[in-house]
């Protein structure tokens, strides 16, 4: 056996150092959220700024279509007063489906050109997170900026829906088209 | 790739020196991980934040496709742009190692792929598919694929690394055996801007990097890269040859990309250009001779154009030109002879997703393949004598179809078959199934069957080299089949804890091996068959702050017909991968350990022994605006480690680098 498979050196090291790292994670901070958890939150803000025609359908609906990386960050909303409503939460099947949500979350690119056709001129305000959503008809599109999110507003499609977005989330936009 | 290969050596049963003792240390720390990993975090309540305080919030992002690997027929891992930072792989083989049941070994030369206990040594990786942006990388000659310092790109160009374990042939086709590796190309955008990088690391080691990314206003978006990596290596001590081989560890490595994205169309294209000193006197030439390197040169580019045509129908085309080049000197009794291989193909492709049925997710298309040259020559250059000059051409084609149906709300079918028509006229039918069921929010199961080939290559069918013994070529080969089954759990705990468990059991057929025939020459032929059976386990989770843990623990068991236990096949693999914040936040620490359990290697009795090998590195993008700074230390604990050799090498284990370290600069501007 050649010389050099002596045994490894002390394993202490290895669990000692183990035990520092062990120490050092520290459960999530009440400010600090994960991407999705800001991204749920970003979801239950902008209602706050936009206003549906008044012929559209009372209530609060938030929806995302699958896949769906906000899961249980977005259930959390469930129930959260909002606009002198109460916000629910679905999951539609379809984008047909997806017509009796205020707000439906997108975050496959996949197939948006499909489910912006099913939608129509539903006044839904879509949100998407993946680049260039905004250029190909989502209303607002999640940025990354380094470790923060932005955010970008497509104007005319949120028109051609019925919706008024606020100056105020304009004003907050990296970019409106 | 190579010159004659020594004579096998007859198995007999292994002396196993399996070291126990670091198993149960490696699994208390896990367990000890696994308190806080069990316990969820009471979720925060997101309706109490503002929108300037979000937009204000610094957070870390998240797999977003972890979440679409719920509904893939695998248990797929995906491995990010910022976990390639955070741990500091340096290769492709880096990443590679830190994925869960995988493991790659080093002949000083080469990198080669384990997966599911199968990593035969000498295998060039030809029974794992490697995808760039879904471009085939793999050659059209020996079929290989590059994962070290011969990798075609950049890892500082890498978005995301999804690795599928299991049979993917009922998509991809040939090679896709035991597992798909798909590497995601960043984005021009993600870029913003100009950014050199320049490392320095043990062992006289350098390199350098120059990109340039950005989204102009017409939409076009443009990443180019240009890197040149230069290592002088070590001097390495052989026991066998009791000699040092001097000088012969060098290894430099240059690359270009260039992708541009434009309204439905993307043209990518990638040249690697690498050089690498073989120290280890392989397939019985020279020991110790200056001259002995190998030169794997890859080129192609890649036009990809997609486009939906309605609502229901979703166009992918896809047209490609693709170049291999590989040079070889072996030195025999003083005398250089040069092995040279040239490939070189083009092909097309077409994909239409269909989405017109309720419930049903169709994908179907069609490939075809123009092989314009396989070539391989063997040749003295001084005296000139010529061995070999076999110039091939072939074409191959293959069509497929895959739908995804909705059983209910919480089914998903996912059925495949494909049939492909191989560069020999070889026809292969390979199906898939794979059901997909939701327990409940937070629970999948999935339940996976699917067949897979791979078609000899030209260095198995074709090669002849003079011996004694001669190798002989064997125009008969057939295709290598593999049938596997698999159960996979998925598991998910609050918003950022994941849970996988997988149980597969795999039966391989007709797999090609060299022969010694009756006369004592050599031959490629369909004469073994193997099975192997395994178990794997792995816990993630991510912290707000960017802190992440992903422990992984696989049980193999890969034999071949008569019972013996494959070479370079470990029983237990442990690997430990630890991100998070520290020295107040402006660092952040990247631990990794990787245990593989103790290995037979293809000379009786020798088995290369279990070992522990520890990665530390530090990162930190605050120090200045637009710099970050890398530091790792490699092998931290000076593990003393070695890798089976494969036949053409007549060292049984071939020992790997002890601590090394490198230093890493990256400006942006």
Known sequence: MPHWFAPARPHWLLLALLALAAGHVVPARAQALTEYQ????????????????????????????????????????????????????????????????????????????????????????????????????????????????????NLSAARRAGLTISSQLLKLAREVY | MERIRPRR???????????????????????????????????????????????????????????????????????????????????????????????????????????????????????????????????????????????????????????????????????????????????????GGAEVSAELASHDTWKGRASYGR?????????????????????????????????????????????????????????????????????????????????????????????????????????????????????????????????????????????????????????YQRDLQRDQANYDLDPYAAYLDDRRQSERWALYLQDEYSLSERTLLNAGLRFDRSAEGHNSVNPRLGLIHQWDDTTTWKILYGTAFRAPDAYELYYIAYGPPDQLANPNLRPEKIKTYELVLEKVIGSDIRLTASAYHYAIEDLIEQETLPSGDLQFNNIAQAEADGLEFEAERRWADGSQLRASYTWQLAQRQDGTWLDNSPRHLAKLNWSQPV???????????????????????????????????????????????????YNLFDQRYADPGSDQHSQAMLRQDGRTWRLKLTYRF
């Open chain 2, 215 to 367: 989204r102009f206003d017409n939409g076009l978006d443009l990443l180019l890269s240009v890197g040149r990596y230069d290592s002088q290596g070590q001097d390495l001590f052989f026991p066998e040859f009791n000699g040092t081989a001097v000088g012969l560890d060098h290894d430099r490595a240059d690359n270009v990309y260039g992708k541009f994205a434009f309204g439905d169309f993307t043209l990518a294209l990638a040249h690697a250009d690498r050089k690498k000193g073989v120290p280890t006197a392989s397939y019985g030439q020279d020991f110790n001779d200056p001259r002995a390197n190998t030169v794997d040169r890859q080129s192609f580019f890649d036009l990809k154009y997609q486009r939906a045509l309605s609502d229901q129908l979703e166009l992918t085309g896809r047209a490609y030109y693709g170049l291999y080049h590989y040079t070889g000197d072996y030195i025999y009794s003083g005398v250089d002879n040069r092995d040279r291989t040239n490939g070189r193909w083009w092909g097309a492709e077409v994909k239409l997703l269909h989405t017109a049925f309720k419930g049903h997710k169709l994908v179907y298309g069609g490939e």
């Open chain 1, 38 to 153: 800001a991204k749920a939150a970003l979801l239950y803000n902008f209602p706050k700024f936009v206003e549906w025609p008044a012929s559209s359908r009372p209530g609060m609906l938030l929806c995302a279509l699958a896949p769906d990386p906000l899961g249980p960050a977005l259930d959390s909303l469930q129930g959260k007063p909002l606009k002198n409503t109460v916000v629910s939460i679905a999951r539609p099947a379809n984008p047909t489906a997806a017509q009796a949500c205020q707000v439906l979350f997108i975050a496959d690119a996949d197939n948006l050109d499909r489910v912006l056709a099913g939608l129509g001129n539903a006044p839904v305000l879509t949100v998407g997170d993946e680049e260039g959503m905004a250029a190909r008809g989502v209303m607002i599109e999640l940025i990354r900026e380094g470790p923060r999110i932005a955010f970008k507003i």
């Open chain 2, 583 to 633: 020295l107040g936040k402006r660092w952040r620490s990247g631990l990794e350990l990787q245990y593989i359990g103790s290995r037979r290697t293809s000379h009786p009795g020798i088995s290369a022994g279990s070992s522990v090998v520890t990665n530390l590195t530090l990162t930190s993008q605050k120090l200045a605006p637009g710099l970050e700074v890398t530091a790792g230390v």
């Open chain 2, 9 to 191: 050596a007859p198995y007999s049963a292994s002396r196993r020196r399996f070291r126990p003792r670091l198993l149960p240390a490696l699994l208390a720390a896990l367990a000890w991980q696994a308190g806080p990993v069990a316990a969820a975090a009471a979720p925060p309540d997101l309706a109490s934040f503002a929108l300037e305080d979000l937009l204000r919030m610094e957070v870390y992002s998240a797999s977003k496709f972890q979440q679409k690997a719920s509904e893939a027929p695998s248990a797929v891992t995906v491995i990010t742009a910022e976990e390639i930072k955070a741990y500091g792989h340096r290769t492709l083989a880096d990443i590679l190692r830190s994925i869960r049941g995988v493991y790659v070994s080093y002949d000083r030369n080469y990198s080669y792929v384990g997966v599911r206990g199968f990593g035969r040594p000498g295998d060039y990786n030809t029974r794992l598919l490697l995808l760039l942006d879904g471009y085939r990388l793999n050659d059209n000659v020996y079929d290989g694929a590059l994962v070290g310092t011969d990798f075609i790109l950049d890892v500082d160009l890498i978005e995301r690394v999804e690795f599928v374990p299991g049979p993917g042939s009922a998509i991809y086709g040939n090679n896709a055996l035991f597992g798909v590796i798909n590497v995601i190309t960043k984005q021009g955008r993600q870029l």
